[in-house]
Nanobody, 127 residues
């Protein structure tokens, strides 16, 4: 089982990045996929999630309207489109998977113990 993030890098404030999470080794449709981030010296925080079988999404308020989560089921991939980036968005971003066919996209998913984690991709937003 693998989750591999990509797409991180250096971007100026106000810019955009799209992160990808390539999933392999399990039945994609049975999972909820969540995005988290951790900035240096800070605790990990959940950003949002998507339930793959129905495509429903949930976002925390602090990213709502700027970040969008989507999937390409044919490619077993989940994406995090990040717009209007701010220096405080600088962090390592992680995707994680929780197996639950009946999961409802909502804040609870971000509190579940995730079954699998990616290794993260660094996003740096310069002022």
């Amino acid at each position: 089982v693998q989750l591999v993030e990509s797409g991180g890098g250096l971007v100026q404030a106000g810019g955009s990045l799209r992160l990808s999470c390539l999933v392999s080794g399990f039945t994609f449709d049975n999972y909820a996929i969540a995005w988290f981030r951790q900035a240096p010296g800070k605790e990990r925080e959940g950003l949002g999630c998507i339930t793959v079988n129905d495509g429903n999404t949930y976002y925390e308020d602090f990213v709502k309207g700027r970040f969008t989560i989507s999937t390409d089921n044919a490619k077993n991939s989940v994406y995090l489109q990040m717009n209007s980036l701010r220096p405080e968005d600088t962090a390592t971003y992680y995707c994680a998977a929780h197996e639950d066919w009946g999961a409802v996209a909502g804040p609870e998913i971000l509190t579940y113990e995730m079954d699998y984690w990616g290794v993260g991709t660094l996003v740096t937003v310069s002022a």
